[in-house]
């Protein structure tokens, strides 16, 4: 026998006995573009502009609640950095709170967001407080 069939036999012996799951179709998992999702805003927007990926609501409620997600963090932080400055005329103890404010919002914000990712891996639908309805009701719309 040649090298390739034996190959071929063993692994059809492996997937006989249960040992070897059958190949699924190419191409990615819900779990995988759901959390693709959710690293910037881009791959979110492609995910509901292109038809194969918009007609699941796994993923159009991923995509939904990370451009919101990243919407609202991105206004946060600008105005925390556009109020930062200015606090130079409230005193150094404001000026403090102020830095540590920012950086425990940037930490829960990282957090979150992490959190959605993995949930996402695993096939769960992590819902953000204000967020996660209206991203819910956008993927049956």
């Known amino acids: 026998m040649k090298s390739d069939q034996r190959e071929k036999l063993g692994l059809?012996?492996?997937?006989e006995r249960g040992i070897m799951s059958n190949p699924r179709k190419?191409?990615?998992?819900?779990?995988?573009?759901?959390a693709a999702a959710y690293f910037t805003p881009f791959p979110a927007i492609?995910?509901?502009?292109?038809?194969?990926?918009?007609?699941?609501?796994?993923?159009?409620f991923h995509a939904w609640q990370s451009i919101v997600f990243?919407?609202?963090?991105?206004?946060?932080?600008?105005?925390?950095?556009?109020?930062?400055?200015?606090a130079v005329f409230a005193g150094p103890h404001f000026i403090?709170?102020?830095?540590?404010?920012?950086?425990?919002?940037w930490f829960a914000v990282s957090l979150a967001w992490l959190w959605c990712v993995i949930g996402?891996?695993?096939?769960?639908r992590r819902?953000?407080?204000?967020?996660?309805?209206?991203?819910?009701e956008q993927a049956y719309r």
């Open 127 to 136: 819902k953000l407080p204000l967020l996660g309805d209206w991203a819910d």
């Open 70 to 86: 990243f919407a609202f963090g991105s206004i946060l932080g600008y105005l925390f950095a556009f109020i930062l400055p200015f």
């Open 26 to 34: 190419s191409g990615l998992s819900d779990n995988t573009i759901g």
């Open 46 to 60: 492609f995910f509901l502009a292109v038809r194969r990926y918009n007609k699941r609501p796994y993923v159009r």
């Open 96 to 105: 403090t709170f102020l830095r540590w404010l920012t950086l425990v919002f």
């Open 12 to 15: 059809q012996a492996l997937k």
């Open 120 to 124: 996402a891996l695993n096939g769960r």
